[in-house]
């Protein structure tokens, strides 16, 4: 019995250890089979990652090209593009305008008929120039050698009424005449004054010396003469023609005043005021540039558009300005200190301003200048400058572009497309 339970004993020591043996080889095998799978997957990962921040790195060169030029010395010399810090420059603030040459009323006249009367001769033609008192034209009617008949009558019984009236008031004085007498005497006297009084006022509106009347000298062509100097505008009668009384005759124009008739609208009334410049162009004389100075702004809005007549006078008035002519240009507001450069230095791409930094490296001997845009706000321009005005601030010190920002901004893009294919 004791030797079955010794040989039993031994037989289950015996599977046991040969029940090890056999486990631990295929635990191995796992064992290692896990690891190169580990193995693998850290080295995938790591060529991923390597592979993307290659990636990361060719797309970072990619944007950084896209958004720069890189240009040579002798291409920036050829090019004549200037290089330099941005500068500060007085520069005055303008108002962009426009309107017409206007004359003021009294500036202007309308000669008509006094009474009615046929044109006997025209002595000017339009676009001529008249001098004040010149005739005009020739008027005769009966009407017109009645009038002056009738003036005759009355003055010389003007001149019978007053030593009528002088006896009556010395017979009055010396106690030997009526009161009643006399008192009729001066009645008659100043009664007939009036009357010769209200003759001589239309002879002198129908430019008829009422002195030579009185002599017997009666006109049968009255004359028609300019109430101003300036230019015939319009002729409106003809030779014979019968004109009625308050009928147009002549209309007259004198260009010695005319001026600039400006339209400021709601928004910038409050920059306007008297003693301003004011610089505009007219149509009729190209690419002459006229100057003007305020001397008198409206103080009533027009309804469409909404907007204030400002007037200024004219310095150097050329012969050819004509009243209704449309004329554009900028009053001047005032000069202020800003930052600014030359319009070829700024480029308007997708609704926004921008200029270009510069700056140069040194490569294997070599100058290369790096040019890169700059988004700015720009503001009042005057002569060619503009205010220029950077979103992100930078020093003083750095260099911009003075030109050619247009040709810049080309060379840009196509880095993009390049870079795109």
């Known amino acids: 019995m004791d030797k079955y339970n010794l040989y039993l004993s031994v037989l289950i020591l015996i599977m046991f250890f040969l029940s090890g043996c056999d486990s631990k080889p295929a635990d191995n095998s796992a064992l290692n ?48 593009i200037k290089v330099n810090t941005l500068p500060e420059r007085s520069i005055s603030g303008n108002i962009k305008v426009n309107g017409r040459l206007a004359l003021f009323p009294q500036h202007r006249a309308t000669v008509t008929a006094i009474l009615g009367a046929n044109v006997m001769a025209i002595n000017v033609i339009e676009s001529e120039r008249v001098q004040k008192g010149q005739v005009l034209a020739y008027l005769s009617h009966p009407n017109l050698t009645n009038l002056q008949a009738a003036y005759i009558r009355a003055y010389n019984q003007m001149q019978f009424l007053k030593n009528e009236y002088q006896r009556e008031e010395h017979l009055y004085e010396a106690g030997v005449g009526s009161g009643k007498a006399y008192q009729q005497a001066q009645a008659n006297f100043l009664a007939m004054k009036g009357e010769v009084a209200g003759f001589e006022a239309q002879l002198i509106q129908l430019n008829i010396n009422a002195i030579k009347t009185r002599t017997g000298e009666i ?20 030779t014979g023609q019968f004109v009625d009384p308050n009928a147009t005759l002549f209309m007259i124009m004198n260009l010695d005043h005319i001026h600039a008739d400006l339209m400021v609208f709601e928004k910038n009334v409050s920059e306007v005021k008297e003693g301003q410049r004011v610089t505009f162009r007219v149509e009729s004389i190209p690419g002459k540039t006229l100057s003007a100075q305020i001397f008198a702004v409206g103080k009533n809005f027009e309804q469409t558009p909404r907007a204030v007549h400002v007037h200024a006078r004219i310095e150097q008035k050329e012969n050819l300005l004509i009243p209704g002519m449309y004329i554009y240009g900028e009053i001047q507001t005032g000069s202020s200190l800003v930052s600014a450069l030359p319009e070829d230095a700024i480029v308007l791409e997708e609704g926004k301003s921008f200029i270009f930094t ?31 005005n950077p979103i992100e601030p930078f020093p003083k010190d750095v260099n911009v572009a003075w030109n050619n920002a247009y040709y810049l901004i080309a060379e840009m893009k196509k880095g993009e497309t390049s870079h795109e294919h």
Not at 47 to 54: A, L, Q, S
Not at 219 to 238: A, C, F, M, R, T
Not at 359 to 388: C, L, N, R
């Open 33 to 80: 089979e896990d690891r190169n799978q580990v193995s693998r997957k850290d080295s995938a990962r790591e060529k991923h990652d390597e592979h993307d921040h290659g990636e990361e790195k060719h797309n970072g060169h990619d944007h950084e090209e896209a958004n720069e030029v890189h240009l040579s010395a002798s291409r920036l010399a050829s090019l004549g």
């Open 358 to 388: 510069a700056e140069a490296h040194q490569e294997d001997g070599k100058t290369e200048w790096v040019f890169k845009p700059v988004e700015v706000i720009t503001g009042i321009s005057d002569d060619g400058w503009v205010e220029v």
């Open 219 to 238: 006109l049968q062509n009255v004359p028609v003469v300019s109430p101003i100097d300036g230019y015939i505008e319009k002729v409106l009668i003809q």
